[in-house]
Structures are given as structure tokens and as C-alpha cells.
């Protein structure tokens, strides 16, 4: 089950006793746990005295929150089964359940099968392992709610939808710059449309300039600016960019994300043209807004395939140190990332312009 299938279920069959929120995108976690915690406080204020008010009723709700790598199986336990004094129901949110230990999970297995009524236990994690035992026996009894990140071809979907609710209408060069970030997450994109509600008056389209202003950053240091750097060897000015964007409070691994997402444009759309594509059309499937078009078709045309293979490697060795051992020094790990490749297109360039410049000598 989706998030946006959750109200509805709980609308038919009520609360269930145990739910698993699983999924990669923390936005769909977050709004998952909104909805069964609105819920279970409707249900709380339903069974109610008729006397109390709203606000009596939502603070005899009562909600404990506990994280994996804090807690145990005995904990949990306890706390689930335990009769509370003040509240008709609680619900009991274990956080990070993927730092659970084996041992604690599999202690939880009876509990699964027999939970109480009372409860409602929401098991919620990033990944769980699927070959554990507790794992296979929370899947089989929990209501899952699936909490995947939104695939390249929904994102146009959600980022409309999102806009409607905010009552935004977007021009297409909007869209397509918030579509583009949601490979970051769905919080950045989330909370760029509401700044966007806010900033643009009333019946007026949201352009693409609207978007580059509540970003609120520096002007320059964009991941195009950062890609067109790269290409043209520019070291200073992309180091420049890596600093300034961490200055502003990126997180190292989603600037990661973004440099490698505008790569994968930059790749597709010389796939493409090497297929005889016309650029323009080329540019589009890739997904380049229009006025971005023909800056970025220039920024393909410089770069070579060997290139290209060279950056997807040295974007897997980043992401891995940033992942491990290194993950305590990103700047040095981003700032390596964008030596190399700016080393690496301007070779090619040289190869390329001493090649022009070579002439066959007649034998």
C-alpha cells in the first residue's frame, strides 16, 4: 500500500494493530506517521466522553516514540502492552528500526502475531533486511505502507499535484527545475513550493526566475554552473561552487546526488545526439528546461565519451568515501571529485584540439 492509499484504509477497516512504514524517501515516512497519528486521535476522541472538548479529547491520546539504536525488545514490550491511565488508546512508534538487533527482533515475533488491541505499534525504517526472520514475520502481519522514492517519470505528477494543493499554477521551466530536484528528496522540492505559495501573488505563474529567487541562494553557484565549470576546466570557479553551496548548508551527500543527476543529462543527451538526434529534441528528453537548452547543448558537446566514462567512476569512489571511511572530511572528498574531473575534460579538449591542428604529411 502507498502513502496516499493509507487514509482510505484506515476510513474502511480502522486502526490496524501493527503497521510497518518502510521506504527510502523520508517524506512519505514522516507524512505516513502524520496520518495514523491524526487517526488515532480521531478514534481516541470518538471513544471519548462526550463532554470533553477537542482539546481534552487530542491530549487523551497518547503517543511514546522510541529509536532502534536506543531501545529493545524488552522496552517495547513493555511499553506495548502496558494500560495506560490517561488515553483510550496509544500508539507506540519505534524510529531506526533497522538498527534493531536480530536478538530484539526476533523477540518481538509472539508480540506480532498477538498484538494488543489497545496499541497500535508502527514499525517505521529506511530498509529493513528481508532475510531475517522477524522481518518476514513483520511483513506477514503488519499493514505495510510502502514509502519508495518517487520514480523519474511520477515526479512531474507530484510536483503539479503538490502545486495544485498550494494553489500554484507553474510555468514550464518551474516545473521542470522542481522536477529535477526531487532526485535530491521530496522535502527540498516540498519546501521550495511553499516559499513559492508565500513569495508569488495571488493568480500569478510561478517562472522559473521565481524558483531561482526563494532558493535563496547566491546567484552562480547552481549545479548547471557547477557542470559548465567542470567542462570547461575551470578548477577555481568549480571549487568555488562546492564551497559556497556547503557554506550555505548543503548536505555533501545530496550535493553529491545533484552533480551526478545533471551528469546523467549530460550523458543521455550525447547518447542521443550520437544517434542522430537533433540536439534541441535530444535536450528535451533529457529533461533540460527551454531556457537552459541551448547553454546546456553547448556543455555536451564538449565533452567526449571516455570522459564521460572517467566521471561515472570518479562519482562512485566520491559517493563511496562519503559513504565510509572519509565521510568525516567531505570537502576534501568533493573538492578531490572536481580536480579530477576538470582535469579529465581538459586533457580531452588538448587531445581534441591537437588533433585538429595535426595535418598528414604526403608520403
Not at 14 to 38: H, K, M, N
Not at 90 to 105: E, F, M, N, P, V
Not at 313 to 331: M, V
Request: glycine fraction near 8%; proline fraction near 4%; include cysteine.
Amino acid at each position: 500500500m502507498k502513502v496516499h492509499e493509507l487514509q482510505n484504509q484506515i476510513n474502511r477497516h480502522g486502526l490496524s494493530p501493527l503497521y510497518l512504514v518502510i521506504g527510502e524517501e523520508p517524506y512519505f515516512r514522516d507524512q505516513a506517521l502524520r496520518i495514523l497519528c491524526v487517526a488515532g486521535r480521531e478514534r481516541d476522541a470518538s471513544g471519548s466522553s462526550n463532554h470533553l472538548t477537542t482539546n481534552d479529547s487530542s491530549r487523551m491520546f497518547h503517543v511514546d516514540v522510541v529509536y532502534g539504536d536506543e531501545t529493545d525488545a524488552s522496552e517495547i514490550l513493555a511499553i506495548s502492552e502496558e494500560t495506560s491511565f490517561f488515553s483510550l488508546r496509544r500508539l507506540l512508534i519505534i524510529k531506526w528500526a533497522d538498527k534493531l538487533s536480530s536478538r530484539d527482533g526476533e523477540a518481538l515475533m509472539p508480540y506480532f502475531q498477538a498484538p494488543n488491541e489497545t496499541t497500535t505499534l508502527i514499525i517505521t525504517a529506511g530498509k529493513l533486511d528481508g532475510r531475517t526472520k522477524w522481518v518476514q514475520e513483520l511483513k506477514k502481519r503488519a499493514t505495510v505502507v510502502e514509502c519508495s522514492p518517487v520514480f523519474e517519470g511520477q515526479r512531474a505528477g507530484w510536483v503539479t499535484q503538490r502545486a495544485r494543493e498550494l494553489s500554484l499554477e507553474l510555468e514550464d521551466g518551474a516545473l521542470e527545475i522542481l522536477k529535477d530536484q526531487i532526485a535530491e528528496g521530496l522535502y527540498g522540492t516540498a519546501s521550495e513550493l511553499e516559499k513559492l505559495a508565500a513569495f508569488v501573488p495571488e493568480g500569478h505563474r510561478v517562472r522559473a526566475q521565481d524558483v531561482e529567487t526563494v532558493r535563496g541562494k547566491p546567484p552562480g553557484i547552481s549545479v548547471f554552473d557547477w557542470s559548465e565549470a567542470v567542462v570547461l576546466g575551470d578548477e577555481g570557479r568549480a571549487l568555488d561552487i562546492v564551497a559556497k553551496n556547503l557554506e550555505t548548508g548543503e548536505a555533501p551527500l545530496r550535493m553529491l546526488g545533484a552533480f551526478l543527476w545533471q551528469m546523467r543529462k549530460i550523458w543521455k543527451t550525447h547518447a542521443l545526439m550520437q544517434e542522430g538526434h537533433d540536439a534541441g529534441q535530444a535536450a528535451r528528453q533529457a529533461g533540460v528546461p527551454p531556457f537552459r537548452a541551448r547553454e546546456f547543448i553547448q556543455q555536451v558537446q564538449r565533452w567526449k565519451l571516455s570522459s564521460l566514462r572517467c566521471a561515472w567512476e570518479l562519482f562512485a569512489q566520491a559517493d563511496s568515501a562519503l559513504k565510509g571511511g572519509r565521510a568525516s572530511r567531505p570537502k576534501i572528498v568533493l573538492d578531490d571529485l572536481v580536480i579530477q574531473l576538470c582535469q579529465s575534460t581538459k586533457a580531452s579538449q588538448d587531445t581534441k584540439t591537437l588533433a585538429g591542428r595535426t595535418k598528414p604529411h604526403k608520403v
